[in-house]
């Protein structure tokens, strides 16, 4: 084991180094806060240019690239504004590991010189997490042992880098990536925007902050749990879980290879909802399975409802209540939609109970001993929410192979079990298109609460497509804690304790949607139905 200096002097060296590209940032902050505000959201307005400002404020991906196509602006001057708010994003919440501030302003000039747009994402700033290899750059995933790696091919990278687009800052993560909580022994917490008393998410957390700070309008992260959707929904943006092997999942650095028990994915966070399909669009217009023979042959062929929807609405999933701010956005999604003609029923979860303990031991077929192996070997300190998720779930444990096949056993006939019963909602006139959910069991979770992942962990497990899209804010008023319930088990009393609605000033509250598998077109028209009967465009 290597000494406790050593392994503390290895993460030191990832923050000087992020520190150095800080230092690039032309013109220099002066006199930033501190102590920090409660919400970052106005310092954007007080220490930005009025063109950065403006550039970086109010437009999404899509209104961005008409810009850069009828030359409003210039990828160099978009990708400068950028710079400089992720950089203060960095101050304000801690979510940046690398500032790539030279090659990207290097990279826009070129793209600015050529005569031709090279693609859709021609100058377009886009961050992406750390953990995701890229290029020329040492890719750790928040592991210090691996602090100084290589990085390896990343085929969604290349095939975002050869539509246009403009890399220039890297996001962070949480320790072993399998955190709902954005902490690490490398760069430690980052907040949330909003409320910098509770968390981002996790794993692509710094990705959801940046986001939401909009010191990015595209980021790219990656789901095998929540870790696209939790970070969405705690800070306020879009954000998608396609279904797996929809797009390639090779150049993502992690532990236990091999494992495809659960699946991962690559997932984007983003401003809008079309910047999702723009995504989706460019990456499989690639015809990446031409390449990646695991991938499934199915082009992105986007979907038209010609009637009403009939949408689902999951209260709660039988295990844990959603806190009060939860049930209001629910409840407001569920009369848009009652309103603009769809139908609306409620969902019974079938054993989402079950389903936690057969996920979390898929998570970990080995009892968590390859995960913790890095920290093991250079002597890392294991956080809390590590020891949560890989030493006190009580079916996380070491199994023998013939174990390991009951348990995908038990896998692949809930995976039948739940879609009989959803095929069972056509039992009363016709099926249920898509269910609307909680993507957590309330607004972003205090700080090392994070301790609930099923409502994300439980469409990983079927490996349904599902979408996450901003709904309101907590209110105070309208918010009032639920005062006599009896919580129904351990876990539901630990959620309902948590839960004092003047601690949650200024959070963000979203819904997801999720829809059968493959069917990931019909859950972002399904998205585009609901924020259209939102009174959205």
């Known amino acids: 084991m290597i000494s406790k200096e050593t392994w503390v002097e290895k993460a030191k060296s990832a923050r000087d180094y992020r520190d150095e590209t800080l230092k690039k940032v032309d013109p220099p902050f002066e006199s930033l806060p501190d102590p920090l505000p409660l919400s970052s959201q106005d310092l954007p307005k007080k220490y930005l240019t009025p063109r950065e400002y403006e550039l970086t404020q109010n437009y999404d991906a899509i209104e961005l690239l008409e810009m850069l196509r009828t030359k409003k602006v210039s990828s160099e001057e978009l990708t400068r504004a950028f710079l400089r ?11 940046v590991t690398e500032l790539m501030w030279d090659e990207a302003i290097e990279r826009a000039r070129y793209l600015d010189s050529l005569p031709e747009p090279v693609g859709p994402l021609h100058g377009l700033p886009i961050s992406v997490k750390e953990h995701h290899n890229m290029d020329g750059k040492t890719t750790h995933a928040s592991y210090v042992a691996w602090i ?53 998410g996790g794993s692509s957390g710094g990705e959801g902050a940046l986001v939401a700070f909009r010191g990015s309008v595209w980021g790219l992260g990656g789901d095998i749990g929540g870790s696209v959707r939790a970070p969405a929904s705690n800070c306020g943006v ?11 999942l090779k150049g993502m650095r992690h532990t236990m290879d091999g494992k495809d028990s659960v699946l991962a994915t690559f997932g984007p966070l983003t401003q809008s909802r079309e910047t999702i399909n723009l995504f989706m669009k460019i990456i499989l217009d690639t015809e990446p399975w031409r390449w990646d023979p695991s991938l499934t042959v199915k082009p992105w062929t986007p979907e038209k409802f010609t009637r009403p929807l009939k949408v689902a609405i999951e209260w709660s999933d039988g295990v844990v209540k959603p806190h009060p701010p939860m049930i209001r956005a629910l409840s407001i999604v569920a009369e848009a939609c009652r309103a603009a003609g769809m139908e609306v029923v409620d969902w019974e979860p079938y054993k989402h109970d079950k389903a936690w303990d ?31 998720i890989t030493e006190e779930q009580p079916n996380v444990k070491n199994r023998t192979m013939h174990e390991y096949w009951e348990l995908c056993v038990e896998r692949d006939t809930y ?32 700080h090392d609460t994070a301790r609930y992942w ?54 963000p509250v979203s819904c997801c949607i999720v829809g059968r598998r493959y069917m990931d077109e019909k859950v972002m028209a399904a998205l585009e139905a609901v924020e259209k009967a939102m009174g959205r465009k």
């Open 85 to 95: 708010r992720a950089a203060l994003a960095q101050y304000a919440v801690n979510c």
């Open 148 to 200: 100084g790696m290589p990085a390896d091919p990343n085929p969604i990278n290349d095939h975002l880098w050869n539509a246009g687009c403009v890399y220039y800052v890297r996001t962070t993560g949480p320790q072993t990536l399998m955190a709902l909580e954005c902490d690490n022994n490398i760069y430690g917490r980052t907040v949330n925007p909003w409320n910098r008393n509770l968390t981002c």
């Open 238 to 248: 879009y954000g998608f879980k396609p279904t797996c092997k929809r797009i390639p």
């Open 358 to 388: 057969i996920v979390s031991g898929l998570y970990f077929p080995d009892g968590g001993e390859m995960i913790l192996a890095p920290l093991i070997e250079i002597g890392e300190p294991i956080l809390p929410l590590t020891k949560f």
């Open 415 to 446: 995976r039948e079990e739940y879609a009989a019963h959803w095929s069972k909602t056509a039992d009363s006139g016709r099926e249920v298109d898509v269910i609307i959910c909680p993507a957590t069991p309330g607004a972003a979770p205090l």
């Open 454 to 507: 099923p409502y994300t962990s439980q469409w990983n497990l079927l490996d349904y497509p599902a979408a996450v899209f901003p709904v309101t804010f907590v209110d105070v008023e309208k918010d009032k804690k639920e005062e006599g319930y009896v919580p129904r088990n351990a876990q539901d009393k630990y959620n309902y304790d948590l839960y004092e609605p003047e601690k949650w000033v200024g959070a």
